[in-house]
Each structure stands twice: as C-alpha cells, then as structure tokens.
C-alpha cells in the first residue's frame, strides 16, 4: 500500500498501528498525493500522535484535499513552513542552488529544511536540479499566503493583479517578500 511505504518505510505496520494506517489511508481517500504526505508526515510519530492526526483528519471534510494537505503543512516548524511557502509562491522549478542562496540570505536554514520538506513529500528535486512539487501542495501554500492570517496584509506577492494592487495603493508591509 502506497501510504504504508511513506509512513513505515515499506515495512508492514504492527499491532495497533495496521488499524490506525487503514484508518488514516481511508481518510485520503486514495489521492496518491495525500497518502504520501500524509504517511511522511506520521513516520516515526507515537501512537498518541497517530490517533490526534486521525481525529483532525476525521473533522475536515472528506472532498477537503486542502485542508487535509495544510494540516501536513501546519506541523512543519516555522522556518520550514516559510521555505516551502516561498518556494511555492516564487521558486517552483527553479534551480536549486541560487534558490538556495536567496533563501539563505533571508535567514532561512535551507540546508535542514529543504530535506525536512522533501522527506514529508510536499517538495522533491528534479533531474535537472529543480525545485518541484505537486500543484495541490503549491494551491495549498498559496492559499495558506492569502488566506492564512486574513487580518494581516499579505507577506508575499506573486499575483500581477495583487502586485498593481498593492503598488497602486502602497498598502506593502515590512513582511513583503519581493
């Protein structure tokens, strides 16, 4: 099974957690994007924490695939979070190493984070040494910029219209990542 090889490494599952990982796989509905972030997400996780994920799953609405993707999201740290977003928003399929630069200048550890993110399945590398991933994960990123903090102004343009928006109005903020 396809979320079995992401959260326990092929192995099959013992005791009470061949149950939880039916429980968990049925939550994604077999949407091959979400069994594998959510298997990496729960690698390695406790029990106890197994059964808090499948309670959250249990709440979102079952065609919910954002919501099911931002919670995998939500768990990353910080600085992991804000790596991800930004690559989602300006660095898909970019090459790696001058991204890395650029994230480096931002204050960012991408040298830990960007494994942290392709060890969860929200971020791989290409052949060509390319940022790459799913358009689910990038949907759910952008959603998160603009819809994450609503009371906030938003910490990232990508979007022409939110940009001559912006510039028209000079609404930016300090957190405005260019």
């Avoid at 603009?146 to 001559?164: A, M, Q, T, Y």
Wanted: aromatic share 8%; proline share 4%.
């Amino acid at each position: 099974m396809l979320f079995n090889k992401f959260a326990f490494k092929g192995r099959e599952p013992e005791g009470d957690f061949s149950e939880l990982a039916l429980q968990v796989a049925q939550c994604a509905w077999g949407l091959p994007l979400a069994l594998k972030v959510l298997g990496s997400f729960l690698h390695k996780r406790s029990e106890a924490e197994w059964k808090s994920e499948l309670k959250r799953l249990k709440e979102i609405p079952h065609d919910d695939v954002i919501g099911k993707l931002k919670l995998s999201i939500d768990a990353l740290s910080d600085l992991d979070k804000q790596i991800l977003l930004d690559i989602a928003c300006f660095f898909k399929a970019k090459r790696r190493e001058p991204v890395t630069r650029k994230l480096l200048a931002f204050g960012f550890k991408p040298e830990i984070g960007v494994p942290v993110l392709i060890q969860r399945s929200l971020l791989s590398i290409s052949d060509d040494d390319r940022f790459q991933m799913h358009d689910l994960v990038q949907e759910t990123s952008w959603y998160m910029v603009r819809h994450g903090h609503p009371r906030e102004k938003f910490s990232r343009l990508w979007v022409p219209d939110d940009i001559c928006d912006v510039m028209s109005k000079k609404s930016g903020t300090e957190q405005l990542r260019e």
